[in-house]
């Protein structure tokens, strides 16, 4: 039973709809990320947050992703307009500190058509 | 360039014998070793972790053995058992800015009754 919640479980979109998935990262741990692992097995970090602040993102997700983690509610990660090469996993992971062991979520599978 | 790198790609070994899964990494920064084990559906699952001034770490069945000036990681899993079916993941992480962890492609692991 992951501590990390991760809703929804799946996501079916059409191309150029809105998706977005929400995350609750296991309580006390103020450091949140977002992966995409796709149908190979490959993890592509997306971004982190301390609290509600980005440390880091990769150029996709300036573009068409957009993440937040507000206080006092869930983290979510939100794709603008999908495209069929964003069906993979997303997993949410948090920890207590940056350089810490992780807790995953049990992630949101997208599949985009 | 592949940060991170694991072989064999499968494994296969009987109930009772000990499955080695190999690791090595290229960038010398890297100081923070998770190993995550990962069922179908599922999310990641911390097995266990090192850190570079450790060369070993134990826990129960599993043993990570480290090898700093080789940039070369194992993970030992003794008295293997048909539940311990799943895909491992070695991941690493310089850690002190953001925490992203690089990911290995995986190494699936089958063990027969």
């Known amino acids: 039973n992951s501590k990390v919640i991760q809703t929804p479980r799946y996501l079916v979109k059409g191309q150029g709809q809105k998706a977005k998935m929400r995350c609750i990262p296991e309580?006390?741990?103020?450091?949140v990320f977002w992966y995409q692992q796709n149908k190979n097995n490959e993890f592509k970090f997306l971004i982190n947050f301390q609290n509600q602040e980005v440390l880091q993102q990769i150029d996709m997700t300036e573009k068409r992703f957009s993440a937040e983690c507000p206080s006092n509610s869930p983290c979510s990660l939100e794709i603008q307009s999908s495209e069929a090469g964003d069906s993979a996993l997303y997993l949410c992971?948090?920890?207590?500190?940056?350089?810490?062991?992780?807790?995953f979520g049990s992630g949101t599978r997208l599949l985009v058509i | 360039q592949q940060q991170v790198r694991q072989s064999p790609q499968s494994l296969t070994v009987w109930e009772g014998e000990t499955a080695i899964l190999n690791c090595s990494y290229e960038?010398?920064?890297?100081?923070?070793f998770p190993w995550y084990q990962q069922f179908p559906g599922e999310g990641p699952a911390l097995l266990i972790s090192i850190r570079s001034v450790s060369d070993k770490k134990e826990d129960g069945r599993f043993t990570i053995f480290f090898n700093k000036r080789e940039k070369k990681l194992s993970l030992h899993i003794t008295d293997s058992q048909p539940g311990d079916s799943a895909t491992y993941f070695c991941a690493a992480s310089e850690g002190a800015n953001t925490g992203k962890l690089t990911f290995g492609d995986g190494t699936v692991l089958t063990v027969k009754p």
């Open positions: 309580k006390g741990h103020p450091v």
């Open positions: 960038d010398s920064t890297f100081n923070y």
């Open positions: 992971a948090s920890s207590s500190h940056r350089n810490s062991d992780y807790t």
